[in-house]
């Protein structure tokens, strides 16, 4: 166990800071944020490039160095030293909270794990900002982020996803949104969601309906900026009338076929699957789709 007094010594000790930074609107930056970028040692950035362009609108003169996915391991070891030895540092990423899909996770754990001081400071934040406008119920809400990018992996969890019955938080890039919009349809069947894009900027905008409306609307738009999507959890009484499966309205011979079209299997890898599925022996399978027509 150990207990932070986050202020106690401020001025003798060395601290790292959490700094939110905007998300688009560069009038969301709070004076303590700026005020804490100021008068740190040295802040750490995701992106010396964007940071700087930060720093120089709010002119802030402390150095920047990097601190990303890639460097993480080598980076992180130096800022634990300056740390220690007693310096303040300011830890940010591009847009929004670091370590929420963003860099720092393994600093302020290593930190913590030396009984280091870290502290966070309140700011801009996507998944929230989405959250509260969306319409949908804000409590429990259960944030996830970013889905896998492999058409498997991301089938996989959102059928973990469809069992939640809180209020789901996701993030997506433009390029991928039908594809996961798709999956959902598939996955989670037609509930309320809400598509937040290009979040306090100019073009902001929210697309609200069911997933089959959105994934209509996405056919046709040109779809730019990054979105949160914010999805209605599964109802109580749907969980309690018992597990549904997506392949239920397949024929055993559909329910193999799409192994086989969609996943690329062989035709003995999605007789095995396929009998997994159903709790079938693969002989039975085997029996059906080859023989029994």
Known sequence: MHQQKSFERENEKGILYLVPTPIGNLEDMTFRAIKIMKEADLIAAEDTRNTKKLCNYFEIETPVTSYHEHNKESSGYKLLEKIRDGAKIALVSDAGMPTISDPGTELVAEAISEGLTVVPLPGANAALTALIASGIQPQPFYYYGFLPRGKKEKKKELEILSKQTATIVLYESPHR????????????????????????????????????????????????????????????????????????????????????????????????????????????????????E
């Open 177 to 292: 949104l039908k594809e996961t919009l798709s999956l959902m349809l598939e996955g989670l069947g037609d509930r309320k969601i809400v598509l937040c894009r290009e979040l306090t900027k100019k073009y902001e905008e929210f697309i609200r309906g069911t997933i089959s409306e959105t994934l209509e609307w996405a056919q046709t738009e040109e779809i730019r900026g990054e979105f949160v999507l914010i999805i209605e959890g599964a109802s109580l009484s749907s969980i309690e009338e018992g597990e549904t499966h997506w392949w239920e309205k397949l024929s055993l011979n559909e329910h193999v076929e799409h192994y086989i079209s969609e996943e690329k299997m062989n035709s003995k890898e999605a007789i095995k699957q396929t009998a997994k599925d159903r709790g079938m022996q693969k002989r039975d399978v085997y029996q059906a789709y080859h023989v029994d």
